[in-house]
């Protein structure tokens, strides 16, 4: 195995800007990574080997000439299959998009090519992003490098995924009610959701639009805040796009110092239903940012305590009219085309063989909660909810100036545990969903293992909107005071 695949992007993109080595060898070291490994690991559902590697060699060209197009210029990324991409297949984890190749390159897929990051190919994830744990893909599920038996989070599985198991970098996934966090903290990496609308969602698959926000996926959190700085900014071509400059996230993750810093702890994000070690992990971090000279204070948000609840009215009323496009008629599978059937038995053939149950479940609620005589006692009511939220983050970040709290409430389970058992697969994202629902950002970092099972424990960070430095600047400083206690990089104890 090669050493390249073991180090961080920061430092891939510095022996490539120095001719130490080249774009194409660390391009060619992970994908033989990928194809030595995720035949098990299955992070991938396309890998774009011949173009990748076209595009290292322009990067090395680029160098040699002079040209350095970004600080991560000749690093490899994996994608969420989420994102269009060009001549490349994009199927959202879906049987009903299999084979699509989009015409056009998401905003998010522009940028990486224009810094001369190095796309390896798409990854795994629940259909249409319908899941928290990567079970729901039509193409199978992904599993957790740390342990192979068990679930890497959802929707971003693939993403994460494929770095804990040395396969890329960085990553690029999704987040509308947890899925960059969630997977992150199940697989020991980093996963930043930025402020809704600090990057571009052009060409990204809509599954709530009010809620979805790509993100970096990565393994430390300097790498997230360099690939952070390369793919946010306005977009024009996103009427959700934030106008304004992007926070300088990448000089907040230099910081060394938290003292006289404010920081939340959620009284409605712990407790009952949380692991025991999840909590001891927390616990620990907690004192570690008071020897810091952090001040920790207890916060209430009376109002977190519904956003589940909101949330589920909430994303199936926006996926039932979101997905509503994908019918056979225009492109993707088709059914019963056949000369013997109308228009619409073959639009009702093609969705019957194309979806899944889980998007099949949240259509039928999404369609029921905003039918006549219902939309204001369910969608109305949980948008009420959702304001309420909003104010609880308000009066809290006027009080402190992060909050934090565990990611999710356990590790990973077992693949195939809680399948068939949507609510409890649904309380996997209880600790995530109250920032989606407010448009705040929020960031995962690896803690330790927990007792019981020996598997990542993550810290969940949050923010005030278009406040992502934040972020950074106090997961710098936990990262580094962890990894100096530990005497080595969190990801260095995954299993090989």
Not at 71 to 86: E, N
Not at 103 to 120: E, F, H, K, M, P
Not at 403 to 411: E, G, H, K, N
Not at 469 to 485: C, M
């Amino acid at each position: 195995m090669s050493e390249l695949i073991r180090k961080t992007a920061v430092e891939l993109a510095q022996l490539i800007a120095s001719g130490e080595v080249s774009s194409e060898e660390v391009t060619r070291a992970h994908l033989e990574r990928i194809n030595e490994v995720d035949g098990d690991v299955h992070a991938f559902l396309y890998v774009d080997e011949t173009n990748a590697l076209e595009a290292a060699r322009e990067v090395d060209k680029n160098i040699q000439a002079g040209n350095l197009q970004s600080p991560l210029a000749g690093v490899p990324l994996a994608l969420k299959d989420v994102l269009t991409m060009k001549d490349v297949p994009t199927t959202c984890g879906s049987k009903i998009l299999e084979g699509w190749k989009p015409q056009y390159d998401s905003t998010v897929v522009t940028r990486l090519r224009n810094a001369g990051v190095i796309i390896l190919g798409k990854t795994n994830m629940d259909e249409f992003a319908m899941g928290s744990s990567t079970e729901y893909s039509a193409y199978g599920p992904t599993r957790n490098p740390w342990d192979l038996t068990r679930i890497p989070g959802g929707s971003g599985g693939g993403s994460a995924a494929s770095l804990a198991a040395f396969e890329a970098p960085l990553a690029i996934g999704t987040d509308t009610g947890g899925s960059i966090r969630q997977p992150a903290a199940v697989t020991g990496t980093v996963g930043v959701k930025p402020t809704y609308g600090g990057v571009s969602r052009y060409g990204l698959v809509a599954l709530a639009s009010s809620l979805d926000q790509a993100g970096p996926c990565t393994r430390s959190v300097m790498d997230a805040a360099l690939l952070h700085q390369l793919i946010a900014g306005y977009d024009p071509m996103d009427s959700t796009s934030i106008n304004s400059p992007v926070p300088d996230v990448v000089a907040a993750a230099k910081n060394q110092s938290i003292k006289g810093m404010k920081i939340g702890l959620v009284k409605q994000l712990g407790g009952e239903g949380y692991q025991a070690g999840v909590r001891e992990r927390f616990d620990e971090v907690v004192a570690l940012l008071g020897s810091l000279g952090a001040e920790v204070i207890e916060i209430s948000c009376p109002s977190f305590e519904y956003a589940l609840a909101a949330y589920y009215l909430i994303l199936p009323s926006e996926c039932s009219s979101n997905l509503a496009k994908f019918d056979g008629m225009r492109y993707g599978l088709r059914v019963g085309d056949d000369g013997k059937h109308s228009v619409e038995e073959v639009m009702s053939l093609s969705r019957a063989a194309g979806f899944g149950p889980e998007v099949k479940r949240r259509i039928m609620l999404g369609t029921f909660a905003l039918s006549s005589g219902y939309y204001d006692a369910y969608y109305g009511s949980a948008q009420k909810v959702r304001t309420l939220i909003a104010k609880d983050f308000t009066d809290a970040f006027s009080q402190v100036d992060v909050l934090i709290s565990p990611t999710a409430p356990t590790t990973a389970f077992k693949i195939g545990d809680k399948v068939d058992d949507p609510l409890a697969m649904y309380l996997n994202d209880v600790a995530t969903i109250p920032v989606n629902l407010a448009g705040n950002c929020a960031m995962s970092i690896p803690i330790g293992l927990a007792k019981e099972d020996n598997l990542p424990v993550g810290l969940q960070i949050m923010a005030p909107v278009m406040a992502d430095d934040r972020l950074y600047f106090l997961g710098a400083v936990i990262e580094a005071a962890l990894e100096a206690q530990w005497g080595h990089r969190f990801i260095e104890k995954v299993p090989s």
